[in-house]
């Protein structure tokens, strides 16, 4: 049965303040997924869940508390919301929780021009299997793929609601369509795997079966028999599937929450350089079809662009209302939350500056060095910046691969490395986090 998510949040809300709350706010979400792996040509695995999730966060002067649950009739909700102000009532008091003043609040809220959702049908279950037969055949197909790992094809429709007693009521609904395989190269102790995916909200954009299976076979090939690279200093370029995660490491850094704790390598840095000179990280939550773009954030504030970094400087943190009051300043609309708990602040789109150069470019310019295309744990000590992960990849000799790399480690300290930084060109645009390849010349490798 659909339900109609504005009238569920708006009962939890009505049920609250029967309870005793004085202010709430809800979150109703609900949707519908499929998932299929294929593996050796046989369906391995079929999965459909349906579901709705109510969210409740309800105020009895400072004191909240947040109740969730996975039931959509009068009763439960009643009962949720009858726990929840009871739960509020022994918290501690919070001097910083609170709801949005009811000028803060978006009023611009129809999102169907950002195209979040595709208005195309489910794909049928057949469809999804015959996606993944046709990634595994592909990557089977690759010489040298001894086996596959897994190939998987699925959807996903979500319909999100937000609503709060100051009067803010709105919603959106989302899709996602995946496609992935993770091939295999070697026996024993000798395998190498690698993968390749595409995520979108339009099938229309998804990108081949055949091409992903294809690619994660041949990325798994060019692994097999891989060596240590000699320790020393070096200089390292970082693929674009995973030159993110620095970027990562500064927005995590420049979280409202983080500075609040004081637990940031980045606490002092305000107004400081951070990156090279000509150099943005600019946030656009109001980028069309793509997965992180929304005109309000989980507390009914209009969401802007912004410069996260202006010409290698830090403008600010990421804040929502409570961190924000924490610090003395105005959230910046950057709340996100689910159904099981309070906001807190999070990015949404993100890009780095492009540089004019290829990854090839950067490749012959690094000479000798370290091609990173995956990396494995972490070890990040958040006061310091201190970077250690493990890493594999490709040694570049005379600004060309000349051999697969694993087994190896890659450290350095991120507010030195992130002054280094040299962007490629390569970044893919209909991703959530727009970053190119990076090269960072010194940073120390241990290998053998």
């Known amino acids: 049965m659909a339900h109609v998510l504005s009238d569920l949040a708006h009962k939890a809300l009505e049920a609250a303040k029967s309870a005793g709350a004085e202010s709430a706010d809800v979150v109703a979400v609900d949707g519908t ?47 949720m919301a009858e726990r929840a102000v009871a739960m ?23 999102m169907a021009w950002l195209e979040l959702s ?52 709105a ?20 395998m190498e795997r690698d993968y390749d995916y595409d995520t979108r909200i339009f099938q229309s954009d998804l990108r081949d079966a055949g091409e992903i299976g294809t690619s994660a076979g041949e990325r798994a090939v060019a692994r097999h028999a891989p060596r240590r690279p000699k320790t020393g200093t070096y200089p390292v370029l970082f693929d674009e599937r995973i030159a993110s995660s620095l970027v990562g490491h500064l927005l995590s850094a420049t979280n409202g929450a983080m500075i609040a704790r004081g637990s940031s390598w980045l606490r002092d840095a305000l107004g400081e350089q951070v990156l090279p000179q000509g150099l943005d990280i600019i946030e656009d939550p109001h980028r069309a079809r793509t997965s992180a773009s929304r005109l309000f954030d989980a507390e009914g504030i209009p969401t802007r662009m912004k410069k996260i970094v202006d010409d290698g400087r830090l403008t600010g943190w990421t804040l929502d209302l409570a961190t924000a009051r924490k610090l003395g300043l105005e959230t910046t609309g950057n709340a996100a939350r689910g159904t099981g708990g309070p906001p807190s602040p999070s990015v949404t789109n993100i890009a780095l500056t492009q540089g004019p150069h290829s990854r090839a470019d950067l490749l012959k310019e690094m000479g000798t060095g370290l091609l990173v295309t995956s990396m494995i744990g972490s070890t990040i000590n958040p006061n310091t910046g201190d970077y250690s992960r493990g890493a594999s990849g490709f040694w570049i000799e005379n600004g060309e691969i000349a051999f697969p790399v694993s087994e190896c480690t890659v450290a350095g300290n991120l507010r030195e490395m992130l002054m280094r930084i040299v962007p490629a060109n390569d970044a893919r645009l209909h991703l959530s986090r727009v970053v190119p390849s990076i090269l960072i010349d010194g940073l120390t490798l241990a290998g053998e």
């Open 118 to 169: 595709d208005p195309t049908p489910e794909p049928s279950a057949a469809d999804l299997e015959d996606d993944a037969r046709t990634a595994e055949a592909a990557a089977r197909a690759v010489e040298g793929v001894t086996r596959i790992d897994s190939a998987s094809a699925g959807y996903s429709r979500r319909r999100i609601h937000l609503a709060a007693t100051t009067g803010f009521s």
């Open 33 to 79: 997924s499929v998932g299929i792996d294929v593996r050796d040509g046989v369906l391995e695995q079929a999965e459909r869940s349906e579901g709705v999730d109510i969210g409740l966060r309800v105020f009895v002067g400072q004191r909240q508390s947040c109740v969730s649950v996975s039931d959509a009739r009068d009763e439960a909700i009643i009962r």
């Open 88 to 110: 509020a009532r022994e918290a501690p008091a919070d001097p910083h929780a609170g709801l949005a003043d009811p000028d803060q609040l978006a009023t611009d809220t129809a």
């Open 171 to 190: 919603g959106y609904e989302r899709t996602d369509r995946s496609r992935s395989c993770v091939a295999i190269a070697g026996e024993g102790t000798g």
